[in-house]
């Protein structure tokens, strides 16, 4: 990097810190530094006029040039941006590999057997000519390339080797990665890998052609036995499904309307879905016919049972109710959409199971349940310290920004609230739930719909009233769901003897009278941070303003919570409900009026007496 006519860089480092910064000689120009899941570190600027961000530098340069971009013994195509295996490697994951997910590396077809000496020495390499890997390595001085290839040889532990004329023999141990393709002006350079020798391949073949024939031969034997075995488990399963509940009774249904409910979910569709079913008697075994010491807690959805799959591999397993308003393409949506996502700060959906009345979703088990769990119990509340509530706001932060600017899709939420942020062994906050979440297509950041579904006291004006929404409604539930953690109250059903208002108008209150500290539970008041705290309070201010084109993006947002806050826009009023009581003189009407934020919108609701 170097100073230029637009940036002027400056890195400073002694005994005290070490710290990058640079600033602008054009104030027209806005810029940010990102790294996204391609693992690079982006230098992005926005010009007034612009339509979109420009990547001004970058690096590394080249996709190639990420460090384990192919993962091990994965070699990197730059030219066709792809990656595959060594010769003599396949991927460890053929679904992982299609979708160009490569974390999962590449694998031997056949394990290296040190001490296999095959009478050809040469059959126990694989030769290829790529840009060496940028693993650890080990440079010797040898005479020849038979030494260097000893060397190797006789080590165990040695992967792999190269050598060049001057002598230099480079040896590597562990596993390769950066392999690359050659460009048209590299020079060549030839790597020689380690490989079973021919013989112990076919010796291996043979062990495994005997063991299919014992294999066999025992499946024969104990065929009667497990079918006996067989019979007598449907048979107990339907007994204790008649003895716990109606679930075990419509087993036979299941499978009935179970071809029929997995061609709805492909219906009139292209789309994969990247996770697996999974069958009900696997989930009835899980979760013990979903036994109440098995729920987990109950939605508006329907109940979240936990399961133990064999391995003692725990989820949760939740069951959409006919009762949810969540049909067949709320599911649908939620299962294509969410397994093509991953983020840290979003729950995994592990699989999925479907007949023609029952849905079920199986997830990562989050052992912490949901944030409203603790927020608002008077005694968990104790066990979220402020840093803890810190984290967990910029974890939420984190998981929306990706939603609507790094993922592949573009994604608006729609139901963000704190009853779908679950919590880890750690207590890491991860997206859930979404049933309503919708995707929209390029650069488009806002959409409309006849079908206004949400959580009250969570959704936007516009969304609410208008069926406006966008990136900036899910902006709106992220303002209210800090002001909650923060407060420890809810903002739905909250009331203030004095003022009748909601959290929103009581945060607003507070802050115009310079008393934003009030708003703190005051089980944090020894462990916060008063001024990360109001700086908390200001952004969710932000956030939760009426005009969503005075909200900030999430990108910002996160900007903003790294910042020490002394810079942060002042807010303009939020979009809150004041309540005014009648007057104590008034005539015996009970008439209550409802003033819907600055827009004289009033509401008369009857209430009897």
Known sequence: MTTNYIYNFSYIDNENESYFTYSLYESIITSRLIMDVSGQIKQLTWLDGSIDWTIFWSQPRQLCEVYAKCGAFGVCDEANATCNCLSGFKPRSDTEWNSNDYSSDCVRDQKVQCNAIPEDKDSLWITSIVRVPSSQYTNITVGEASQCRSACFNDCSCTAYTYDDSGTCSIWTGDLFNLQHLSTNETERTIFVKRDP??????????????????????????????????????????????????????????????????????????????????????????????????????????????????????????????????????????????????????????????????????????????????????????????????????????????????????????????????????????????????????????????????????????????????????????????????GRRNTGFYQSEEALNLLGYAWKLWTEKAETQLIEKSLLESCNRSEAIKCINIALLCVQEDPNHR?????????????????????????????????????????????????????????R
């Open 552 to 608: 900030p993006n999430m990108s910002d947002v996160i900007v903003m919570l790294g910042g020490d806050g002394t810079n942060l826009p002042t807010p303009n009023r939020p979009a809150f409900v004041i309540r005014t009581h009648p007057s104590s003189t008034s005539s015996s009407s009970s008439d209550k009026k409802y003033i819907v934020s600055n827009n004289q919108v009033t509401i008369t609701v009857e209430e009897g």
């Open 198 to 487: 021919p013989e112990a391949q076919t010796k291996a073949k043979k062990s495994m052609k005997l063991k299919a024939i014992l294999s066999s031969i025992s499946a024969l034997m104990f065929l009667f036995i497990g079918s006996i075995s067989y019979i007598y488990y449907r048979r107990r399963m339907a007994k204790r499904a008649d003895s716990k509940g109606t679930q075990g009774a419509h087993i036979s249904q299941w499978h009935k309307a179970e071809g029929e409910a997995k061609v709805l979910m492909n219906e009139n569709s292209d789309e994969a879905i990247d996770v697996p079913y999974f069958h009900l008697e696997t989930i009835l075994e899980a979760t013990d016919n979903f036994s109440n010491a098995n729920k987990l807690g109950q939605g508006g959805f329907g109940p979240v049972y936990k399961g133990i799959f064999p391995g003692e591999k725990e989820i949760a397993v939740k069951t959409l109710s006919s009762q949810s308003g969540q049909g067949i393409a709320e599911f649908k949506n939620e299962v294509t959409l969410i397994a093509k996502l991953q983020h840290r700060n979003l729950v995994r959906l592990l699989g999925y199971c479907i007949n023609a009345t029952e849905q079920l979703l199986l997830y990562e088990y989050m052992p912490n349940k949901s944030l409203d769990t603790f927020i608002f119990d008077g005694t968990l509340c104790q066990l979220l310290d402020w840093k803890k509530r810190y984290d967990i706001i910029l974890g939420i932060a984190r998981g929306l920004s990706y939603l609507h600017h790094d993922s592949r899709l573009r994604i608006i939420h729609r139901d963000l609230k704190t009853s779908n942020i679950l919590l880890d062994e750690e207590m890491n906050p991860k997206i859930s739930d979404f049933g309503l979440a919708r995707i929209v297509e390029g650069k488009v950041t806002e959409a409309n719909t006849k079908k206004v579904m949400g959580t009250y006291g969570y959704m936007s004006p516009e969304y609410a009233l208008d069926g406006l929404f966008s990136i900036k409604s899910d902006v709106f539930s992220f303002g209210v769901v800090v002001l909650e953690i923060i407060s």
